[in-house]
Nanobody, 115 residues
Framework: QVQLVESGGGFVQPGGSLKLSCAAS????????MRWYRQAPGKEREFVAA????????SYATSVQGRFAISRDNAKNTLYLQMNRLKPEDTAVYYC????????WGKGTLVTVSS
């Protein structure tokens, strides 16, 4: 069964950085594109970034481009999201996602950006 476990969230001041991780299991990780989504309080879940199986030709939401970097380590079955120059608007629960017949989600990790 597909399992996605996010980690690395926390409390950070504006301008700071965090690196999120997503440990994947229950499927052949290297055969699937992976994505990060986030959901801010009172808002809909939104797309953040995507990475294909090769780890190149990355895709980012306009709101995070130039600040966030998605990557993957297929040998470790792990997805990453490096977040730099964080803003209060980045405060959200961040979710790891894979489309494998249907969408699978982790439980999320909370990122709070505040002074």
């Amino acid at each position: 069964q597909v399992q996605l476990v996010e980690s690395g969230g926390g409390f950070v001041q504006p301008g700071g950085s965090l690196k999120l991780s997503c440990a994947a299991s229950g499927f052949t990780f290297s055969n699937y594109a992976m994505r990060w989504y986030r959901q801010a309080p009172g808002k809909e879940r939104e797309f953040v970034a995507a990475i294909p199986t090769t780890g190149i030709s990355l895709s980012y939401a306009t709101s995070v481009q130039g600040r966030f970097a998605i990557s993957r380590d297929n040998a470790k079955n792990t997805l990453y999201l490096q977040m730099n120059r964080l803003k209060p608007e980045d405060t959200a629960v961040y979710y790891c996602n894979v489309l494998k017949g249907e969408n699978y989600w982790g439980k999320g990790t909370l990122v709070t950006v505040s002074s």
